[in-house]
Nanobody, 118 residues
Framework: QVQLVESGGGLVQPGGSLRLSCVAS????????MGWFRQAPKKDREFVTA????????YYADSVKGRFTISRHNDKNIVYLQMNSLKPEDTAVYYC???????????WGQGTQVTVSS
């Protein structure tokens, strides 16, 4: 399995931006689809976005379309989540995940907290 470490979370005002990073180690992430999920307090973890191993295909939850952008740099083993126009309802712990078969995410990071508040 690949090991994942997220960073970049923090406190931001509504309307602001953050960029999350996910660094992979242990194995090259170039053969893995990568995704971001989030879990708000007292809620189930939910899908946010994913990107194919090639970077050609991306997928977004309706709640973040047009505001969030996922990207990857396989040569650096890193995935980014650019979050713009943040809303209080985006507040959650954000997790990076890797999928070898493209559908089941078997490797997870420890999460990074994002808080959107004035």
């Amino acid at each position: 399995q690949v090991q994942l470490v997220e960073s970049g979370g923090g406190l931001v005002q509504p309307g602001g931006s953050l960029r999350l990073s996910c660094v992979a180690s242990g194995r090259s992430m170039s053969r893995y689809a990568m995704g971001w999920f989030r879990q708000a307090p007292k809620k189930d973890r939910e899908f946010v976005t994913a990107i194919s191993w090639s970077g050609i295909d991306t997928y977004y939850a309706d709640s973040v379309k047009g505001r969030f952008t996922i990207s990857r740099h396989n040569d650096k083993n890193i995935v980014y989540l650019q979050m713009n126009s943040l809303k209080p309802e985006d507040t959650a712990v954000y997790y990076c995940a890797a999928s070898y078969n493209g559908s089941d995410f078997e490797s997870w990071g420890q999460g990074t907290q994002v808080t959107v508040s004035s």
